[in-house]
């Protein structure tokens, strides 16, 4: 359960780290401007496959055509010509004639006299004059490359102006429209686009006004038209002067009548063509160049086909008039926050599936379901930001798609390094536990030999010890006889030396006064020799008996009642001595442990062992630390049901690192001379190990503690 918790941990916190990295990489490019272009592309294709709309037949185009130029021989259109064409469009009463063409000067006719042309000029500005829904043109924005053109001055005075000043983006595409080009509270600010004009004057015949808003935008009946700002849709960072919007362009296909300059002169129109209209005049022959690039530009070809100014115009001026009388959806953006809670959603749906495929194995399963997911997505995706834009609303579609393929080989990615993580965990684990066996399989083969070492010495000094104890018993025997001997004469002599005190009193006294502590010093020799000699005889035995190559019988044991009299034994031991010592004995004996067979009287012999070794040196340590020091033996027993472990821990003095492995070598200790003879774990190691094929562990740190674990295999129970 643990793992798996730990597993999900690990798989969200992948899911998180890609959420994050990807939204910050995808926001970073953004802001950056690198996927602008991009986005303005895919604005483009939709335009280009929206369903067409049928043409606005409000608006009348009057084209001067490469055809009319030729024709007339004249260009720009002399005031006489243009006069004539202004009358005609005049005498059928359209609601409102907007001149996309610069007319700040006059404009003489090469086939006409000088006093004929300044007649002709004066009858231009008369229909100025005369035309109240005559609207002309200037460009007020001034630059370098593009200076300011002056409108006609009569129209000017009559406040009859507007700006022909049009807004191409960085790839030379016009996708946004003026409505005031300048918008800085200065006289030009009053001056509205060429396609707001004729629309406003359009609208107020309908009885409706502009009106402006408490935030400063202009309201047209319902419609408020808000302004362009420099991060809308998938602008980075624009030029938002003046007061600007996005243009939902028409359609791609012709959208408006038209008509050519010379079919109007000549009459070839029909009767009502402009009547209650807008009527738009403006150049459409290419010599004048006054064509631009949009969004339809590539709608009948790979050749980018270009619209002219005027028709841009009609575009704008339409775009206007149907939002406020059909309702026709503007186009609209979300907030950078909305757009940044769009992107974040489609990047976590990815994410989140790339996470559930982490628990596959194999490649082509975890890359071909977020892949194909991906692909889904994209398509969905693209499929509800088209849908949004025929309602009006333009979706950044570039960066979320760009986020959902980041998040995608992202996931991808995380989740081949979480595996290859998880792959290098389970390797080191491995090699970790082979290594772990490796070192307890050459610990068990070094204790093997060890053991393998301890039976050839046994051996070998087993046969030793056999012919040296031969060699040494009898005179050995001899010397316990002469002591003997010689401790009973000499109390026999003493005995005689008392028993004539009386007779020789003075000749004795005298004697035993210059000769008592010889013959004191005598006694206490003989009987420390004779001691010995009993100590060497008991050695002997105890070498003898522990070669003896004869089974010993076993017999069914109380493991935890032979451990309880062996206790008891060796403490009375240390009562009433100079070696008394108050330690603090603790057992902790498991109830469960059953009898077992073992060689009683030899598992005691290697307990007793073990619990003088331990008084020993608690008692040593008590002797350096009398005021803060609290000796303490420690033992217990468990069953481990195929065997039975016993602990023995003290808290004396402890074994040095580097002696441990030489405390079971024979004739090897570390007390003094004439308190060990270094045999004791050397026949205990004989006993647990040799006769009852269990194992001795030594835990030991030098100063602190010793502790010795046995373990003695079950044979059989009852």
């Not at 609601?95 to 063409?101: A, H, N, P, T, W």
């Not at 049009?166 to 030009?188: C, E, T, W, Y």
């Not at 790979?302 to 008039?321: C, K, Y």
Request: include cysteine; aromatic fraction near 8%; charge should be negative.
């Amino acid at each position: 359960m643990f793992w798996r918790l730990q597993r999900l941990e690990k798989s969200w916190r992948g899911v998180t780290i890609t959420i994050l990295l990807s939204c910050l990489l995808v926001i970073l490019l953004r802001l950056s401007g690198v996927l602008q272009l991009l986005e303005w592309k895919a604005l483009d294709f939709f335009f280009l496959h929206r369903l067409p709309e049928s043409s606005d037949a409000r608006i009348v185009l009057v084209n001067i055509s490469e055809s009319d130029i030729n024709s007339l021989k004249e260009y720009p259109l002399s005031d006489e010509i243009f006069t004539n064409l202004l009358e005609k469009i005049k005498q059928q009463k359209p609601r409102v004639i907007g001149l996309d063409i610069f007319r700040d000067f006059p404009v003489p006719s090469i086939n006409k006299k000088p006093e004929e042309n300044q007649q002709a000029y004066s009858n231009l500005l008369n229909f100025f004059r005369s035309t109240p829904n005559l609207i002309g043109i200037a460009k007020i924005t001034d630059s370098e490359a593009y200076p300011s053109v002056n409108p006609p001055s009569v129209l000017k005075e009559l406040g009859q102006v507007s700006a022909a000043d049009l807004v191409v983006d960085d790839d030379g595409v016009v996708r946004r429209g003026n409505l005031f080009p300048i918008a800085d509270g200065s006289p030009k600010s009053s001056i509205p686009s060429l396609g707001l004009a004729v629309a406003l004057n359009y609208l107020s015949t309908e009885g409706i006004q502009p009106v402006t808003t408490e935030s400063g935008w202009l309201k047209l009946k319902n419609t408020v038209f808000l302004p362009f700002q420099a991060n809308d849709g998938g602008y980075v960072n624009t030029d938002d002067n003046g007061y600007q919007i996005l243009l939902n362009w028409r359609s791609c296909k012709s959208s408006f009548p038209q008509i050519s300059v010379s079919e109007v002169l000549s009459d070839r129109i029909p009767k009502n063509l402009f009547q209650g209209r807008i009527v738009l005049v403006g150049n459409q022959a290419t010599s004048v160049k006054d064509y631009f690039t949009t969004p339809c530009s590539q709608a009948l070809g790979t050749t980018p086909i270009t619209m002219a100014g005027v028709e841009i115009q009609a575009n704008l001026a339409s775009q206007i008039i149907s939002a406020v009388l059909e309702e026709r959806p503007l186009l609209h953006v979300w907030s950078e926050s909305k757009e940044y809670l769009w992107l974040v959603f489609w990047i976590v749906t990815v994410a989140i599936w790339g996470c559930q495929q982490q628990k596959r194995n194999n490649p082509f399963k975890i890359i071909i379901p977020i892949l194909s997911l991906s692909a889904i997505e994209a398509v969905i995706l693209i499929i509800i930001s088209y849908l949004l834009f025929l309602k009006g609303y333009w979706i950044p579609i570039v960066p979320t798609l760009f986020g959902i393929g980041v998040a995608a080989v992202m996931i991808i990615g995380s989740i081949y390094i979480i595996q290859l993580l998880e792959a290098k965990k389970s390797l080191e684990f491995k090699v970790a536990e082979r290594t772990a066996k490796l070192e307890e399989s050459f610990k068990k083969l070094h204790q093997f030999q060890q053991q393998l070492i301890i039976k050839e010495k046994q051996a070998s000094l087993g046969t030793l010890s056999g012919r040296i104890a031969h060699q040494i018993k009898n005179p050995l025997s001899l010397i316990d006889i002469n002591i003997s001997s010689s401790l009973i004469f000499l109390r026999q002599l003493e005995q005689i030396i008392e028993e004539n005190r009386l007779i020789f009193e003075d000749i004795i006294e005298e004697i035993f006064q210059n000769n008592e502590e010889i013959i004191f010093n005598l006694e206490e020799k003989l009987t420390d020799s004779q001691n010995q000699v009993i100590r060497i005889n008991q050695i002997i035995q105890d070498v003898l008996s522990y070669f003896r190559q004869e089974q010993l019988a076993t017999s069914l044991t109380d493991l935890n009642s032979l451990i309880n009299k062996v206790l008891q034994s060796v403490a009375r031991q240390y009562q009433g001595t100079e070696r008394e010592c108050p330690v603090k004995l603790v057992t902790n004996f498991d109830t469960s442990v059953e009898r077992i067979e073992i060689v009683a009287q030899e598992i005691e012999k290697a307990l007793i062992n073990f619990l003088e070794n331990a008084y020993y040196t608690v008692l040593s340590k008590q002797n350096k630390n009398k005021d803060n020091y609290i000796p303490t033996i420690i033992i217990q027993t468990r069953n481990l049901f195929n065997r039975i472990e016993i602990k023995i821990r003290d808290n004396g003095e402890g074994i040095a690192e580097n002696t441990i492995s030489k405390i079971f070598e024979p004739f090897w200790t570390t007390k003094p001379a004439l308190e060990g003879t270094g045999l004791g774990l050397f026949f205990v190691h004989q006993i647990i190990i040799g006769m009852h094929k269990g194992e001795i562990l030594v835990d030991s740190t030098e100063g602190e503690y010793t502790e010795f674990t046995v373990s003695l295999p079950i044979k059989s129970s009852n």
